[in-house]
Each structure stands twice: as C-alpha cells, then as structure tokens.
C-alpha cells in the first residue's frame, strides 16, 4: 500500500484532514490540480468553533499572527456610501477584547477561543507549510485526480501530474474534499439536493492600500468588518485580513460594473487595483450521502450554504476533525465498524441543520434589504422615514446574520452509534448557546482555579474521564478502554464552579471533546459503554 489515506482538495478542509490525520501518524497523501494555493476571496472568518479546533491541533497562534490583527474591530455597518452616516451600526469585540471578555465569565457559556479574520488565500499557505512539514503526510499540487476505484482491501486512485504522466496510488481510503464540483461524489453518482441558484452575484477583490488609513471619511463610518450597502445591487463591501485588501459582492452584469460599483461605493477617490472578479451563485445543497464504502466526502462536496452566517468553511473544518480521528482509530485497530459508520449520520445532521441556519440569515438579510425604496437617499421626509425605517428593520433582521453562536457551539450529535443516546436532549439553537454536556455535545470551556482551560488538558489521543469527585471507582472502566486498545485518561477535577458547570460527576469524552457519556456513578457496565465508544456495539 503505497498510503494509508489519499485527500483530494487542499481547500482548508483537505489541509486541516491532512494535518490532524499526520499529527496522529497516520500516512497520506493530499493532491491538488491547482499549482499552487491561488490568491481568490473566498472565506475570511474561522468561527470560535473552528479556533478552538485549531488550537487543539496546535496552530491558533499561527493562525491569528498571520490574520487579522487582534486588536481591530469586527463591527458591521449598513451604510449608503463609504462618505455618509451608517444607518446602522453593530458593535461586535477585537479578538483581544472578546479574550478579556471570556476571562471573566465561567459559565461555560464563552468559547475558549473567539473567532479570527483570516482570508482562505492567507489560511491555505498557512496550512499547507505545516502539513508538508509533517513526515508521514505527503503533499502533491498540480496532481488531478481522474478516477479511483474500490477493493476489498483499499483504493486505487489514478491521479495525474501536469505534465501528463498518470499513475496509480494504492490506499485504505479516499476522502473528497474538492469542493461543490466534486469529482469524487460525482462518481460515486452522489447527489446534491436543495435549493439551488437562488441568486447570482459577482465577487471582486480589490487593492487599496489607503482606504483603511483613512477611515473614517467625513461622516461615513468608522473601522470595522464588514460595510452592506442599502442599494439595488445588494452592494456589501468586505475587508480582508491585511486591511490592504476589500472584496465586494454585487448583483450586476459584468466586471467593469464592479469597479464602478465600487468606486461609488467607496465614494472619494482612491488609488486601487481589482485583481479578481467572477460570479458566483447562492445555493443551499447537501448531499444524500457523506461515504460509500471505503470513500468519504466532506466540506463543500457534501454541503453548499450561502455565506450568511460564515458556515461553510467551519462546517467543513469540523466534518475533517470529526473523520480524522475515527480514520485513525481504525487504521489503528482499535476502532469498530461503528466508528466510520457514525461519521455520516454525526457529520450530515450538522450539515443539514447549518443549511438550515444559513437559510434562516439569509432570510434576515433579505428581510431588511426589501426596504430599499428608490427615494432612500433623498434629503426629504420620506427619504429619511426611508432610512429610518430600514434601519429598524436591519437591528433585528442583521443580526441573524452575524450572531451565530448557538450553531458554532452548540451542535450536537443525535442518534450516533458511538454516543449513549439520551432521549429528549436540548434543543438546537442558531443564536443562543446554552452550555451542556447531554450527550453529543461539545464540552463547554470553563476555567479551572489555576487559570488554565479544562480543555487544554484533554489529551487528543484516546478517550478522556473527567471525574468532578473523585470518590467514583472507576478502574473497571479504565480497564475495559485497555482491553479496546486505546487509552483512557482519568483527569481528577476538584473544583465546584466545574462541577456546577458540567451538571454531572462523571463525563466520558472523545478525542473531539464530544460528550459520549455522563453520570453520577460509575457505568453498571464499563465493558459495553467501552464497545459502544469504540464503535464496537451490536
């Protein structure tokens, strides 16, 4: 076997996988078509879900040194021009505020890591000099997949490089991560179901190196995030983490249109450059299946949202760290048939019900835009009724958009084979997050007295026991995980405000601080909760 894991995509998804799958020692192979990581605004937000992911893998730090600095502003302005009062101004914290913020609460209520602005053609490089730096993962640009086929054994994908020659790579499994056209689910003859073509839009990226010094100009607004115009086009102006760089969405007919909707937009003059434009349509897609056999898909193959509410990329983040260690586990030995099997119905859930939040944002976004009148910018009663009235609309309607924190953090797996399903269970949330730990759920970040995160001392490997009082037995546990062949890690806390927290004396985590079991007494039966959690139950 030339490879244990063949990735197609070196996306954020594919990179992520990649990434997680190495640090784990399992060997693959990630090819790409593409030559390079290509400079095109696509995502630009890792939400705090995603950087607390990033941080278990080592690479928050990183990822924040080459983002967006930690002290600007993310505040959202709905404006008329670049040069006029904002009709709307919502204030959202700096990363460095946001930190603050979270040091003082300890309700589990604030994720350990607030969200980051990074575009994807600064995270792409990022990620791709860590996973060629990893000796087990194997990095391969320029290399298109043409077409695979499955054994019994492995995979067979045939790959070829840019100067033509194809070959043969020999592997346990193939993941697609190749986005929305993916080629991989095409040919397991997978469909995309949904709404498709809701919209179409065209995308620029700019170059401006003064429009972010001089803000802010005359009455218009000040330094933020992102600046959505009330006009006909649907015009919503964007910066970029170097704040050297603007994207612009518009509906309009052709690249020439963009430069002049952004000058408009801007409205001063300006030294700038548009160094990309293209068209892209709204879609709201999921796939009917997330695996066939030895093949998986994750990230934009199996689910299409619109970027209201930032989901996209995030989801598919947690769909590779969600994959990365069940591969693992089963190429270790020690994983069941359970544990792959759990990866659609876990993985698939969430992306059905993300579609769901980003149609919800998009509704509200489209809500406050159907206010737009031709006569909003007159200086006459009913010009401003107009705009007064559109902001009223947009306080509430906007906010769909930008506050998504109960889908972030507060998704959890039902009905998986590897979780002690509990009927009932909290209800799923898009803007609210109530910290929980029924099972499925992510475990909540609390501050222990030292000032460390409880979650910085979950190991990655192997399953983890939080034990709130210690007075609970659990070597019979303990020993059925070692007869499984993995780890488990009994971590003593004794501290009340944890306990208050966490709701339960005894919490049993994955390797992705999901909860697979909770109780105030030590399971009747620690050798079956042991299979169920490896993926080994009947």
């Given at each position: 076997?030339?490879?244990?894991?063949?990735?197609?995509?070196?996306?954020?998804?594919?990179?992520?996988?990649?990434?997680?799958?190495?640090?784990?020692?399992?060997?693959?192979?990630?090819?790409?078509?593409?030559?390079?990581?290509?400079?095109?605004?696509?995502?630009?937000?890792?939400?705090?879900?995603?950087?607390?992911?990033?941080?278990?893998?080592?690479?928050?730090?990183?990822?924040?040194?080459?983002?967006?600095?930690?002290?600007?502003?993310?505040?959202?302005?709905?404006?008329?021009?670049?040069?006029?009062?904002?009709?709307?101004?919502?204030?959202?914290?700096?990363?460095?505020?946001?930190?603050?913020?979270?040091?003082?609460?300890?309700?589990?209520?604030?994720?350990?890591?607030?969200?980051?602005?990074?575009?994807?053609?600064?995270?792409?490089?990022?990620?791709?000099?860590?996973?060629?730096?990893?000796?087990?993962?194997?990095?391969?640009?320029?290399?298109?997949?043409?077409?695979?086929?499955?054994?019994?054994?492995?995979?067979?994908?045939?790959?070829?490089?840019?100067?033509?020659?194809?070959?043969?790579?020999?592997?346990?499994?193939?993941?697609?991560?190749?986005?929305?056209?993916?080629?991989?689910?095409?040919?397991?003859?997978?469909?995309?179901?949904?709404?498709?073509?809701?919209?179409?839009?065209?995308?620029?990226?700019?170059?401006?190196?003064?429009?972010?010094?001089?803000l802010p100009l005359g009455q218009g607004p000040g330094r933020g995030r992102h600046y959505l115009v009330a006009d006909q086009w649907s015009?919503?102006?964007?910066?970029?983490?170097?704040?050297?760089?603007?994207?612009?969405?518009?509906?309009?007919?052709?690249?020439?249109?963009?430069?002049?909707?952004?000058?408009?937009?801007?409205?001063?003059?300006?030294?700038?450059?548009?160094?990309?434009?293209?068209?892209?349509?709204?879609?709201?897609?999921?796939?009917?299946?997330?695996?066939?056999?030895?093949?998986?898909?994750?990230?934009?193959?199996?689910?299409?949202?619109?970027?209201?509410?930032?989901?996209?990329?995030?989801?598919?983040?947690?769909?590779?760290?969600?994959?990365?260690?069940?591969?693992?586990?089963?190429?270790?030995?020690?994983?069941?048939?359970?544990?792959?099997?759990?990866?659609?119905?876990?993985?698939?859930?969430?992306?059905?019900?993300?579609?769901?939040?980003?149609?919800?944002?998009?509704l509200g976004y489209r809500k406050w835009r159907s206010q737009w009148r031709p006569e909003i910018t007159d200086a006459t009663a009913v010009g401003q009724a107009i705009r007064?009235?559109?902001?009223?609309?947009?306080?509430?309607?906007?906010?769909?958009?930008?506050?998504?924190?109960?889908?972030?953090?507060?998704?959890?797996?039902?009905?998986?084979?590897?979780?002690?399903?509990?009927?009932?269970?909290?209800?799923?949330?898009?803007?609210?997050?109530?910290?929980?730990?029924?099972?499925?759920?992510?475990?909540?970040?609390?501050?222990?007295?030292?000032?460390?995160?409880?979650?910085?001392?979950?190991?990655?490997?192997?399953?983890?026991?939080?034990?709130?009082?210690?007075?609970?037995?659990?070597?019979?546990?303990?020993?059925?995980?070692?007869?499984?062949?993995?780890?488990?890690?009994?971590?003593?806390?004794?501290?009340?405000?944890?306990?208050?927290?966490?709701?339960?004396?005894?919490?049993?985590?994955?390797?992705?601080?999901?909860?697979?079991?909770?109780?105030?007494?030590?399971?009747?039966?620690?050798?079956?909760?042991?299979?169920?959690?490896?993926?080994?139950?009947?």
């Amino acid at each position: 076997m030339d490879t244990q894991v063949v990735i197609v995509g070196a996306g954020p998804v594919g990179l992520t996988l990649a990434i997680d799958l190495g640090r784990r020692g399992v060997r693959c192979t990630l090819v790409e078509q593409k030559a390079e990581p290509q400079f095109l605004p696509k995502m630009e937000r890792c939400n705090a879900r995603t950087m607390e992911i990033f941080r278990r893998i080592g690479l928050a730090d990183q990822i924040r040194a080459a983002g967006l600095t930690t002290d600007s502003a993310m505040d959202v302005y709905i404006i008329l021009s670049m040069t006029q009062a904002p009709l709307l101004h919502l204030k959202y914290p700096s990363v460095d505020a946001a930190r603050e913020q979270a040091r003082e609460i300890d309700d589990g209520s604030a994720p350990l890591e607030p969200y980051q602005l990074i575009s994807q053609y600064t995270l792409e490089p990022l990620l791709k000099s860590v996973a060629e730096k990893i000796p087990c993962v194997t990095v391969r640009y320029a290399v298109e997949l043409v077409e695979f086929e499955q054994q019994e054994a492995g995979v067979v994908a045939t790959v070829r490089a840019a100067g033509g020659r194809s070959e043969k790579i020999n592997a346990a499994y193939l993941v697609g991560c190749d986005g929305g056209s993916s080629l991989v689910r095409k040919q397991l003859g997978i469909r995309l179901r949904g709404e498709a073509n809701l919209a179409k839009f065209r995308q620029g990226l700019y170059r401006c190196d003064e429009l972010f010094d001089r803000l802010p100009l005359g009455q218009g607004p000040g330094r933020g995030r992102h600046y959505l115009v009330a006009d006909q086009w649907s015009s919503f102006l964007i910066m970029q983490d170097s704040k050297r760089y603007w994207t612009m969405h518009a509906a309009v007919e052709s690249d020439e249109e963009m430069k002049h909707r952004f000058e408009q937009v801007v409205g001063v003059p300006v030294r700038y450059e548009m160094v990309y434009c293209g068209e892209w349509r709204q879609n709201l897609l999921l796939a009917d299946r997330y695996r066939d056999g030895r093949v998986f898909l994750a990230g934009d193959a199996v689910h299409l949202v619109i970027p209201a509410g930032g989901l996209g990329m995030n989801t598919g983040v947690g769909d590779a760290i969600d994959l990365s260690w069940k591969l693992a586990a089963t190429l270790e030995g020690w994983g069941g048939p359970g544990l792959l099997e759990s990866y659609e119905i876990e993985r698939r859930q969430i992306g059905e019900r993300n579609i769901g939040a980003s149609r919800y944002a998009t509704l509200g976004y489209r809500k406050w835009r159907s206010q737009w009148r031709p006569e909003i910018t007159d200086a006459t009663a009913v010009g401003q009724a107009i705009r007064d009235d559109l902001g009223k609309v947009a306080d509430v309607e906007q906010r769909k958009v930008n506050e998504m924190i109960g889908a972030e953090l507060g998704y959890r797996y039902v009905d998986s084979p590897v979780i002690d399903n509990m009927p009932g269970g909290p209800e799923h949330l898009f803007r609210d997050y109530r910290p929980t730990t029924w099972p499925g759920a992510r475990l909540p970040h609390t501050w222990l007295a030292d000032g460390t995160p409880v979650q910085d001392h979950i190991p990655t490997v192997g399953y983890t026991l939080l034990r709130l009082r210690n007075s609970h037995k659990t070597d019979n546990l303990k020993k059925a995980f070692f007869d499984r062949g993995v780890s488990l890690t009994v971590l003593d806390i004794a501290d009340e405000s944890v306990r208050a927290v966490y709701d339960r004396d005894l919490l049993l985590l994955r390797p992705d601080m999901h909860v697979v079991w909770r109780g105030n007494q030590a399971p009747e039966n620690a050798a079956e909760l042991a299979a169920l959690a490896t993926g080994h139950a009947p």
